[in-house]
C-alpha cells in the first residue's frame, strides 16, 4: 500500500471548518483513500472514503486533487469532540481489508 | 447494532507471565483482526481472521504470541510470556466479508507489564 504524509498536529476552532491535509504522492489507481480519526483511549473509527471523486457525509468532506495525489478532510463545522488523532490512509479495494496506521495528525479543537 | 465488544478493558501483569484477550466482533462479519497499538503510535496488524482461517499474521511474534478463531465468531489473543515491550493496547476490529467497506473497531485492551 502506498504511504501517506500528514502534519503531526494542528489546532482549529470551535465551529470553524478544520481542513487537514494528505499527501500520497506514491497512490496506485486502484488504492482508495481512507480516513479514520481516534478519540483518546477509543478504537478508530471510520470516517469516510473516496477513490477519485469527492465525497461528502454526515461527518466530513473529502477532496480527492484530480492527480490523485494529495487529498483533504474537511470537518466543516468542528466541535470539542472532533478532538482526536486523524489517520489518512491508502490501501487496495477488495476483501483483504488490511489498514496501515501511519502516526496520524494529533487535531485539537480550541474553545 | 453492537459494536465490537473485548474484555478486558485493562489488564497488569508481570513480565514472563500469560495474558489472554477476547474479542466477539459484530454478527456477520467474517473479517476479524487484531491490531497492537504502541503509545504515541498507529495501530499495526498483528493478524488477520476470514472465518476460521488465517489470512494474515505475517506480523505476528509467533514465538510468544498467539491466536485463534474457532468457530469463525469470537476470538483469543494469547501471550505467553510476556515481556515488557508488550505493554500496549490491543485492538480487535471486524469487516463484512466483501467489498469495499470499513471496519469497526472495539474499544481495545490496555496492557501493561511491569
Known amino acids: 500500500d502506498a504511504k501517506t504524509t500528514q502534519p503531526p498536529s494542528m489546532d482549529c476552532a470551535e465551529g470553524r471548518a478544520a481542513n487537514l491535509p494528505c499527501n500520497h504522492s506514491?497512490?496506485?489507481?486502484?488504492?482508495?483513500v481512507y480516513w479514520y480519526r481516534q478519540i483518546h483511549s477509543q478504537g478508530p473509527q471510520y470516517i469516510i472514503h473516496?477513490?477519485?471523486n469527492n465525497e461528502t457525509n454526515e461527518m466530513a468532506s473529502l477532496i480527492i486533487t484530480e492527480d490523485r495525489k494529495s487529498s483533504t478532510l474537511i470537518l466543516p463545522h468542528a466541535t470539542l469532540r472532533d478532538t482526536a488523532v486523524y489517520y489518512c490512509?491508502?490501501?487496495?479495494?477488495?476483501?483483504?481489508?488490511?489498514?496501515?496506521f501511519g502516526a496520524g495528525t494529533t487535531v485539537t479543537v480550541r474553545a | 447494532e453492537a459494536g465490537v465488544a473485548q474484555s478486558p478493558r485493562y489488564k497488569i501483569i508481570e513480565k514472563r507471565q500469560s495474558v489472554a484477550f477476547w474479542c466477539n466482533p459484530i454478527?456477520?462479519?467474517?473479517?476479524l483482526y487484531w491490531y497492537q497499538q504502541i503509545l504515541g503510535q498507529g495501530p499495526k496488524l498483528l493478524i488477520q481472521?476470514?472465518?476460521?482461517?488465517?489470512?494474515?499474521d505475517s506480523q505476528l511474534p509467533k514465538d510468544r504470541f498467539s491466536a485463534e478463531r474457532l468457530k469463525g465468531v469470537d476470538s483469543t489473543l494469547k501471550i505467553q510470556p510476556a515481556k515488557l515491550e508488550d505493554s500496549a493496547v490491543y485492538l480487535c476490529?471486524?469487516?463484512?466479508?466483501?467489498?469495499?467497506?470499513?471496519?469497526?473497531f472495539g474499544q481495545g485492551t490496555r496492557l501493561t507489564v511491569v
Open positions: 506514491t497512490i496506485s489507481g486502484n488504492e482508495y
Open positions: 490512509i491508502v490501501r487496495v479495494a477488495g476483501n483483504d481489508y488490511k489498514l496501515s
Open positions: 476490529a471486524s469487516s463484512r466479508l466483501l467489498g469495499n467497506t470499513e471496519a469497526f
Open positions: 473516496g477513490l477519485k
Open positions: 454478527s456477520g462479519h467474517a473479517t
Open positions: 481472521f476470514q472465518n476460521n482461517g488465517v489470512v494474515d
